[in-house]
């Protein structure tokens, strides 16, 4: 099994910043991609940002140049600094990650998402 545990959601006006943390734990061999979805309230789950064992990155067209995210590959963490945040990015929002996890007698892929964040952004 492998987990991931996020954090850093809350409340904050336009305008403003947060930064998202998410980490993975377990039997973990190898992780190829971590990320971030979001969904809010009547719509679907939308990819916000991605990105690779080797840092190439990808982003949603509504977040880039505001949203930029990070990866320590020897805490097998990611990271999602949001800056200049509109009521539009109000979602509870998602880690991810897909990889390589240790078992017998052959190690094997797994895909984990987290538990979820609350991100809301009001006046």
């Known amino acids: 099994q492998v987990q991931l545990v996020e954090s850093g959601g809350g409340l904050v006006q336009p305008g403003g910043s947060l930064r998202l943390s998410c980490a993975a734990s377990g039997s973990i061999f190898s992780i190829a991609a971590m990320g971030w979805y979001r969904q809010a309230p009547g719509r679907e789950r939308e990819l916000v940002a991605a990105?690779?064992?080797?840092?190439?990155?990808n982003y949603a067209d509504s977040v880039k140049g505001r949203f930029t995210i990070s990866r320590d590959n020897a805490k097998n963490t990611v990271y999602l600094q949001m800056n200049s945040l509109k009521p539009e990015d109000t979602a509870v929002y998602y880690c991810?990650?897909?990889?390589?996890?240790?078992?017998?007698?052959?190690?094997?892929?797994?895909?984990?998402w987290g538990q979820g964040t609350q991100v809301t952004v009001s006046s």
């Open positions: 991810f990650a897909n990889g390589v996890r240790h078992s017998v007698p052959v190690n094997t892929p797994f895909s984990s």
């Open positions: 990105i690779t064992s080797g840092k190439s990155t």
